[in-house]
T-cell receptor, first 116, second 113 residues
C-alpha cells in the first residue's frame, strides 16, 4: 500500500516568507509526527497528533511554527516569517498507535527547506 | 529528559563481515522501547529493529540483531554478513512515556566491496 507522502520534496524560500509543508499519512494511522533534521541539531521532535488533536507540541521551536491536522488524515506544518536557521529537512511519520507505545513510526521522504 | 548517545560518527566494514554500532541512553523510566532506524541517501527512514525494555531476550531480524543491556543502558546493533545495501546512516532511538522518538546523532556506515 501507499506509504507516507510529503510535499513539496524541496522548497526554497526567501527569509521572511511563510511556508506550508504537507504530510499525507498512511491510511488508517491515527498518530502523526513531525520531526526536523538538521546538521547541527540532528533529528528533533516537533509535534505529535493523535487524531486531530495535538497532545504534545513541546518540540515546536517558536511561535512561528504551527501545525494542524484535519479529518484525522492530512497534516500541514506552517512556518511563518522564515529564518535561515529554519533550513532543514522536515520529516513526517505516522503510526497506527493510539495510547499504546512502541508502534513503528513510518516515515515519509521529507521536505528539504532552504531559506535564502 | 531522556538522551541517546551514539559515540561512533562513522564506521566502515568489509562486505560479508560483521559490524557493531554502539548506542547508550539515559532514562529514569522503567517502561520504554528502543529502535534502530536506517536512513539511506534517499532520506527515507526505515525501521531496522525494535526492542521492548521489559523483554530480556535480544531482538533479531535476519542479519540484524541487538545486544540490549538494560542495567548498562546500552543497545548496540550487530549487522552480520554486511551487504553494499546496508550502507546508510543508522539512528538509535528511544521511546518512553511520551509518543515521540528521541534520536541519537547517528552513525554513518560505509560498506567496502
Amino acid at each position: 500500500g501507499a506509504g507516507v507522502s510529503q510535499s513539496p520534496s524541496n522548497k526554497v524560500t526567501e527569509k521572511g516568507k511563510d511556508v506550508e509543508l504537507r504530510c499525507d499519512p498512511i491510511s488508517g494511522h491515527t498518530a502523526l509526527y513531525w520531526y526536523r533534521q538538521s546538521l547541527g541539531q540532528g533529528l528533533e521532535f516537533l509535534i505529535y497528533f493523535q487524531g486531530n488533536s495535538a497532545p504534545d507540541k513541546s518540540g515546536l521551536p517558536s511561535d512561528r511554527f504551527s501545525a494542524e491536522r484535519t479529518g484525522g488524515s492530512v497534516s500541514t506544518l506552517t512556518i511563518q516569517r522564515t529564518q535561515q536557521e529554519d533550513s532543514a529537512v522536515y520529516l513526517c511519520a505516522s503510526s497506527p498507535g493510539g495510547t499504546g507505545k512502541g508502534y513503528e513510526q513510518y516515515f515519509g521522504p521529507g521536505t528539504r527547506l532552504t531559506v535564502t | 529528559a531522556q538522551t541517546v548517545t551514539q559515540s561512533q560518527p562513522e564506521m566502515s566494514v568489509q562486505e560479508a563481515e560483521t559490524v557493531t554500532l554502539s548506542c547508550t541512553y539515559d532514562t529514569s523510566e522503567s517502561d520504554y522501547y528502543l529502535f534502530w532506524y536506517k536512513q539511506p541517501p534517499s532520506r527515507q527512514m526505515i525501521l531496522v529493529i525494535r526492542q521492548e525494555a521489559y523483554k530480556q531476550q535480544n531482538a533479531t531480524e535476519n542479519r540484524f540483531s541487538v545486544n540490549f543491556q538494560k542495567a548498562a543502558k546500552s543497545f548496540s546493533l550487530k549487522i552480520s554478513d554486511s551487504q553494499l545495501g546496508d550502507a546508510a546512516m543508522y539512528f538509535c532511538a528511544y521511546q518512553g512515556g511520551s509518543e515521540k522518538l528521541v534520536f541519537g546523532k547517528g552513525t554513518k556506515l560505509t560498506v567496502n566491496p
